[in-house]
């Protein structure tokens, strides 16, 4: 698939199948906007068929603009199921957005289950803190989104059984 070019309803539509998509959040006047289009551009072909890439023109969607708080642009938002996961603001080398792509594409969400084993500690949080985007707390579970594989082996070098 292309690049898209979103209006509410698109965007909307996209949103909900819950793919992972990067938003380039510009306006044409905008200079620096114009010198990352090119960048966005690439990635959409590059990134066919693993992410959904799109641009919102604020000028022309100002709605979406407001509800993702975008306050400057560039502002390029990447969401999976349906949420906001990253942001990134300002003009950035391609392989700002290469990384985060990369990194969502093979993210995993993994659950600790410390019922009869250890506690969540500081230690563990600090030991992947760079990988991880959000955890939940729940009880004697912890539900981790989007981690990698190498801070999920390490999860599971440190406290056991990890459930995928």
Known sequence: MA????NKES??????????????????WCGPCRMLGPVIEQLAGQYEGKAEIGKVDVDEQG????????MSIPTVIFFKDGKEIDR???VMPA???TQALDFHNNARTVILDFT?????DESAATAIRG???????????VQIADIDRKSCDLLQHLYGEVEF
Do not use: C, P, T
Not at 63 to 70: D, K, P, S
Not at 116 to 120: D, F, Q, S
């Open 95 to 97: 392989g700002a957005f």
């Open 88 to 90: 990134k603001v300002g």
């Open 63 to 70: 709605e979406l603009a407001m509800r993702y708080g975008v």
């Open 116 to 120: 009869n084993a250890r506690i969540w």
């Open 3 to 6: 690049l898209q070019h979103y």
């Open 131 to 141: 990988a991880i985007m959000h955890f939940e707390n729940n009880g004697n579970q």
């Open 11 to 28: 965007f909307d539509k996209s949103l909900n199948e819950g793919k992972l998509m990067m938003v380039d959040f510009w306006a044409n």
